[in-house]
């Protein structure tokens, strides 16, 4: 049994409204999402002795969410992921994008979809998120209806996503959750162990742009196919974090992708998709300077991101997985996070 629960979270500056809060819960995970980006504001599971943490990092009040911070629980859009030089040439037109990341285009841009207030609705088992992104929104071409659902049932919480567009549009939706399975505000996640089902990933230039290459993980550093301990497995390849995608089989049923586990608590998350692509992030650029939920900080390395989604920059890749969505057409995507002890 799931319930849902609704309450007002706060008011956003300028009479721009309410901001509301749904609490799902069923009898072994907790989550908090509000209407501001579909933000996941808070998350609790139960560890091996039966203790519930919150294990997403994030803030207490809205005001955190309305200053800058690095996507926190949100869901990214109208093109999560980089988008070279921020341009592309749909049906003979170039378009250009805010230049927010670098030389490059971030997470849709100056006022993504993370960013938006979103209409929400009831379900017996969640929340439904429903807005419109006008023709021309930070470039884009095309107004794109977009449903974002949220459901809960018992350790599973389940994202679907949905649009459809009046033009031929790159979509690419995803959402932007840092875990530590310790339990946010733990400094660091150096001892979980990760697991990701795929045999290659995309090699990326200085500005973390695919180079277009697809390589084989197979005696890399990304050959994450059997767990590996975080914290050693940066040591052992010298490495300053992961930022990558990792390529997944693609099918039309959702598949299981990757997985986290923290020895300690027992605390373990699978993820399963439809999408073709894994951004592995390992929280690279936080910098302690935030102040989070409980007056935690996050310092580098203290959150995970499994953002499941399209290939960065395939808009510009024409053997990269499709990216545009026409008009006759919907975009539909599921990703499913079971959460449990091992």
Known sequence: MTTVTREKFGDLPHGEGAVE???L?????????????CIITALKSKSREGEFSDIVLGFDHLEGYIKKHPYFGAVIGRVANRIAQGKFVVEGKEYHLAINNGPNSLHGGIKGFDKAVWAPEVLSDGVRFFRVSPDGEEGYP???????????????LTINYRAQSSKTTPVNLTNHAYFNLAGQGSPNIYDHKFTIEADSYLPVDETQIPTGEVDSVQGTAFDLREPVELGSHLQKFQLSGFD??????????SQFCARAYHPPSGRTIEVYTTQPGIQFYTGNFLDGSLKGKGDCVYPKHSGFCLETQNWPDAVNKPHFPNALLYPEEEYRHRTCFKFFVS
């Not at 072994?28 to 501001?36: A, F, P, R």
């Not at 990558?244 to 049923?253: G, R, Y």
């Open 25 to 37: 819960k069923s009898d072994t995970v907790e989550v908090e999402i509000i209407s501001l980006g």
């Open 142 to 156: 095309g107004e794109l209806k977009v449903w974002v659902t949220y459901t809960l049932n018992s350790g599973e």
């Open 244 to 253: 990558h995608n990792f390529c997944l089989k693609q099918a039309k049923e």
């Open 21 to 23: 809060k749904f609490l």
